[in-house]
Nanobody, 123 residues
Framework: QVQLVESGGDSVQAGGSLRLSCAASGFTGDSFCMGWFRQPPGKEREGVATIHTRSGATYAKGRFTISQNNAKNTLYLQIDSLKPEDTAMYYC????????????????????WGQGTQVTVSS
């Protein structure tokens, strides 16, 4: 059974940093698009970063860094210079992907989702 479990969310002051983790289990194969998405209160979910697990190709918005530890089957999202507008539930997601397929932050393209971890940033 495929499972994604996020952790690392916290309540922090603006200007700080956080590293979110997403532990993956139950996957078959090693070629996936994995992404981090967030949903601020009262707003739609949006993508912030993607990574292809085989090629290593990444995309991330300005203050975000996505990385993976294949040995630990864990995905990370580093968020620096946190702002109050970063307050949101953060989700990781995954979908099987060909190794040459670019990953996109399109919610409907992702098949597996975690339950989310809450990040709250105060000014």
């Amino acid at each position: 059974q495929v499972q994604l479990v996020e952790s690392g969310g916290d309540s922090v002051q603006a200007g700080g940093s956080l590293r979110l983790s997403c532990a993956a289990s139950g996957f078959t194969g090693d070629s996936f698009c994995m992404g981090w998405f967030r949903q601020p209160p009262g707003k739609e979910r949006e993508g912030v970063a993607t990574i292809h697990t085989r090629s290593g190709a990444t995309y991330a918005k300005g203050r975000f860094t996505i990385s993976q530890n294949n040995a630990k089957n864990t995905l990370y999202l580093q968020i620096d210079s946190l702002k109050p507008e970063d307050t949101a539930m953060y989700y990781c997601a995954a979908v099987e992907s060909g190794w040459a397929t670019p990953c996109r932050s399109v919610i409907s393209e992702y098949k597996y989702w975690g339950q989310g971890t809450q990040v709250t940033v105060s000014s």
